[in-house]
């Protein structure tokens, strides 16, 4: 039986909505769709970043190498009161190195390696002008801070004696170190006076830390604030066994009013 012309108008309308139905019905997925997925790569991408955020501070922070004092330093070399406070910390991270030393296990790893039970000995004497008695240079505007490692740190420098490979950005004048003391690890820190007693660890002060006497070896830096009213410091650790440096700090030295 033919449509009458109201049934037809009444079909074709009702295809219309349907088509117009589904084709809502595909933008919605089309656009769920694309909403879930730009979350996916959202999340991936932060996951990316987070790990290695973390990978590289666990990998710094793993060294235990340490500032002493820590953070910025702001004194006035005319005022004893505003650097009592890291005369007193320098003072303290030096006093086991001012005692005895235990000739049995204790011995001097610039002349020989320690065996098993030996650990080498460090003494305050090495530092130079950076010593108590000297107020660290603090009175004369030429502060010393002290390079070191916490006594849990498991870092441990490849030990060999063959070919160093630097890495490519590291500074000439601590290559020139590394190649006067024989050493493969060192610091360079930025608008440094001098280093004492080198700016390198020896990595045989790295050996045998759970032997009674054991301590950490140092490096002390002086920095010259003489006429001069801040000076932005980065101290950076190199391995020669590395291709990148592999640990730092960054902190300010200013004059005080």
């Given amino acids: 039986m033919p449509r009458s012309p109201t049934a ?3 079909m ?22 694309l909403m879930i997925l730009t979350a ?6 932060l996951t990316i970043v987070l ?10 922070s793993s060294t235990g190498f340490m500032v002493l004092p820590p953070g910025d330093i702001t004194f006035n070399p005319e005022d004893p009161s505003s650097y009592e406070e890291y005369i007193a910390l320098l003072n303290n991270t030096i006093e086991g190195y001012e005692q005895e030393v235990d000739t049995e296990n204790m011995i001097n790893c610039n002349q020989r390696h320690p065996e098993p039970g030996q650990v080498c000995y460090f003494r305050d004497t090495w530092l130079n002008q950076c010593r108590k008695a000297s107020l660290w240079g603090y009175k004369q505007g030429r502060p010393c801070i002290i390079l070191t490692f916490s006594n849990d740190s498991d870092f441990m420098p490849e030990i060999s004696g063959g070919p160093r490979e630097y890495p490519e950005q590291i500074p000439e004048d601590l290559k020139e170190e590394f190649e006067h003391t024989n050493a493969r ?9 001098d280093y004492n007693p080198y700016a390198v660890f020896n990595e045989y002060f790295f050996l045998n830390k759970n032997v009674t ?14 006429g001069k009213e801040v000076l932005e410091i980065q101290c950076t650790l190199w391995d020669t066994a590395s291709s990148e ?7 300010r030295i200013k004059r005080s009013s």
């Fill in 213 to 226: 006497g054991y301590l950490p070896p140092l490096v002390a830096v002086t920095f010259d604030l003489q």
């Fill in 245 to 251: 440096s592999i640990s730092a700090h960054s902190f």
């Fill in 51 to 60: 790990t290695g955020t973390l990978k590289s501070s666990t990998s710094k």
């Fill in 185 to 193: 690890v060192g610091v360079h820190c930025t608008n440094a006076y």
């Fill in 40 to 45: 996916i790569i959202v999340a991936i991408a």
């Fill in 12 to 33: 074709a309308e009702y295809r219309y909505e349907v088509h117009r139905f589904s084709g809502m019905k595909n933008k919605r997925i089309f656009v769920l769709s």
């Fill in 8 to 10: 037809k108008k009444e």
